[in-house]
């Protein structure tokens, strides 16, 4: 910890997430956090609740564990004076007259919150499904071959079954056209190649928490992480829980480190195997990090035509972008290519070159650490 007050570092990194939310889709938390960082350097509740976390990355935002905690408190009908103000819960979403409530369940339900705090933020943002099956018809273009998905940070693994939803710009789609979770007209400067013939083979994915859907707490914890005001992010997420009950994954309890080398030791011959992640990379240390990129590469040096390689990855692309970055590895080639840039929960995705005012990404680039986002875990 450097010489700075923990006090005036915890409020600044409040305030930082507060603008982030009041300028994106989510003001009532803005507002809230407003609130809280205030709290902080009146050492309230909110510094009662977060100061041991003062020490922590930025990266692993453990405000935004302390406000799902709350969240989970007003879905299970724990928090019935707050519930008034949350919009997820019916609420009329004055943040002002959410205020004295939420600062009373910060002072008073320590034992239910705490625990949030060492957990790392667990969005499986649905949304993020737009861009990441963009890049996937573009591994089904360049390969012609059917793919086996692995998913690192894969959460409840809801962005494994994302064949099951429905996509289209125009006239052109891919996906199940009568799924519940769709994503229409959202591509702004080209569209991916809808017309690629998508079979999955296998789906898989690795967690250090997985969260099990098909049991309520499951669902609760997810529901409960997204923000209070993105009434249009729930309604997905229920869908996607609905698919979910119907497609099977498989979803390990691993370190991706450990996991990911047992997957790609033998892939299957006439199948592409496409490794992906979203919103993950700030929760390695640069160290891991490498080590990360070191497996890619070793297993793309084995790939062939019979059986190639793709990491596709939606993350940030600087420390404090707003938006994230889709970008696409494939081997035996090597070639590493931007495919687009969008929101990290669901937003246009404006396809294309890489933007010129921007330095190139490589599959050799270091992760970025934004400070204020909410994310899935690694």
């Known amino acids: 910890m450097s010489e700075r007050d923990p006090i005036a570092t915890l409020a600044i990194r409040l305030r930082a997430q507060a603008d982030w939310c009041a300028a994106r889709p989510s003001p009532f938390y803005g507002a809230l956090l407003y609130r809280m960082a205030t709290d902080t350097e009146q050492r309230g509740p909110t510094w009662d609740r977060l100061a041991v976390t003062v020490d922590d990355p930025p990266g692993f935002l453990a405000h935004l564990g302390l406000l799902a905690g709350v969240h989970y408190l007003v879905l299970a009908g724990e928090a019935p ?48 499904a737009a861009p990441l099956m963009s890049g996937l018809l573009e591994v089904v273009a360049e390969t012609g071959l ?22 289209q710009a125009g006239d052109r789609g891919a996906g199940d056209p009568s799924s519940s979770v769709r994503f229409v007209d959202l591509w702004e400067g080209g569209t991916p190649p809808f017309e690629a013939p998508l079979r999955v083979t ?30 249009d992010r729930l309604e997905r997420l229920r869908a996607a829980f609905d698919i979910a009950a119907r497609v099977p994954v498989t979803l390990d309890r691993a370190e991706a480190l450990e996991w990911l080398p ?8 006439g199948t592409a195997t496409v490794v992906f992640h979203s919103i993950v990379m700030q929760y390695f240390s640069d160290t891991d990090a490498a080590r990360f990129r070191g497996i890619l590469a070793e297993a793309g040096a084995g790939a062939t035509a019979s059986t190639p390689l793709a ?50 990404s490589d599959a050799s680039s270091s992760p970025t ?5 909410d994310d899935a875990s690694a």
């Open 146 to 167: 059917p793919v086996r998905l692995l998913e690192i940070g894969a959460s409840a693994g809801l962005n494994l079954r994302l064949d099951h939803f429905w996509y």
């Open 262 to 269: 047992a997957q790609l030791a033998d892939p299957p011959a």
């Open 311 to 360: 990491w596709l990855r939606l993350e940030p692309r600087r420390l404090v972008d707003a938006d994230a970055e889709l970008r696409l590895t494939t081997w035996p080639v090597g070639r590493d290519r931007h495919l687009a840039r969008t929101s990290p929960h669901l937003g246009p995705v404006v396809y294309g070159a890489d933007d010129p005012d921007q330095a190139p």
């Open 81 to 128: 004076d707050l519930a008034a103000h949350y919009p997820s819960a019916g609420g009329d979403g004055d943040a002002e007259a959410a205020w004295p409530a939420l600062r009373a369940v910060l002072a008073t339900r320590g034992d239910a919150l705490d625990p949030w705090l060492r957990k790392r933020p667990q969005t499986n943002e649905v949304g993020r």
């Open 202 to 231: 296998e789906r898989a994915g690795c967690d250090r928490a997985p969260i099990d859907v098909a049991t309520e707490a499951g669902r609760q914890t997810l529901l409960a992480y997204v923000w209070a005001d993105q009434t």
């Open 369 to 373: 650490r934004p400070i204020a986002r």
